[in-house]
């Protein structure tokens, strides 16, 4: 029987074409229900999407570009995980168990949707450089001066001394730096969310990783408290990644990755 694969919830009043197509070229249509929100969707006869890493990667790649194309239609989008099917069940069509959950979901997704109007999701990762926080340490300049009169044993080991040291002292940096830099960036969103998945730089230290929900207009106040901690802080390395689709901010109720059903 046939299903639905879903890539995002919209305001039923979304113009229903042209949608285009989605992963692997399959054509999307829009699913109203009643209340007020509906599902972007293609039909889909077989199980969650599952292959080869590159196959995958694609797969992911194409559903991101069908949620951004679909946000900056609409100015406002309920991303939905990647793998979310709605089966059909014996007597009840997918049609008809998307339609129903959205009718049954319509209150939380229709005010999330007003919520995420004309919002962004920014990511904002902060790291320090152990080398630069280090240099005016006085522990790490007795270190320096001495390697330049060891033997070559002698400073392996006060090259390991010296990164310790180094990674000590940044750590405590960013211990102290973390609260103040979440709360500048909160000052500045609406929503801040912790961004567990991220990756700082080989050889930095992480101070925070977040994601923060703006308005469109407010993307700019973001950059320039960035700038401000550059500048006060030469040691920090950043990321400043957007503006995309409010993807750590949905909240959709009780769809999950890989589900057969709604």
């Known amino acids: 029987m046939t299903g639905l694969y879903v890539y995002a919830i919209v305001p039923a009043d979304t113009p229903p074409t042209p949608l285009g197509t989605g992963i692997d070229r399959a054509p999307l249509e829009l699913v109203a229900g009643p209340g007020g929100a509906a599902a972007v969707v293609h039909e889909h006869a077989g199980n969650p999407y599952d292959g080869a890493d590159e196959d995958v990667r694609r797969w992911v790649l194409e559903h991101g570009d069908v949620v951004e194309r679909v946000f900056d239609t609409t100015g406002t989008v309920l991303p939905v995980s990647f793998n979310v099917i709605v089966a059909a069940a014996e007597g009840a069509p997918a049609r008809d168990r998307l339609r129903d959950w959205l009718g049954r ?9 007003g919520r995420l109007r004309d919002r962004v999701e920014l990511r904002v990762e902060i790291a320090l450089d152990p080398h630069d926080v280090a240099a005016g340490h006085p522990d790490a300049r007795a270190l320096l001066a001495e390697l330049e009169t060891r033997p070559a044993g002698v400073q392996r ?106």
């Open 105 to 113: 979901s319509s209150t939380q997704l229709v005010g999330r949707l």
């Open 157 to 262: 080991l006060l090259r390991k001394r010296l990164e310790q040291l180094e990674r000590e002292v940044t750590d405590a940096l960013a211990d102290e730096l973390y609260p103040e830099y979440r709360r500048r960036l909160a000052a500045l969103a609406e929503e801040i969310t912790e961004n567990r998945s991220a990756r700082t730089e080989p050889g930095t230290v992480a101070v925070l990783t977040v994601a923060v929900l703006v308005a469109r207009d407010g993307m700019a106040r973001v950059g320039e408290e960035l700038a401000d901690i550059q500048r006060e802080q030469p040691a920090a390395r950043i990321r400043y990644l957007g503006p995309w689709p409010p993807y750590s901010f949905a909240d959709v109720p009780a769809l999950a990755p890989g589900q057969q059903g709604a």
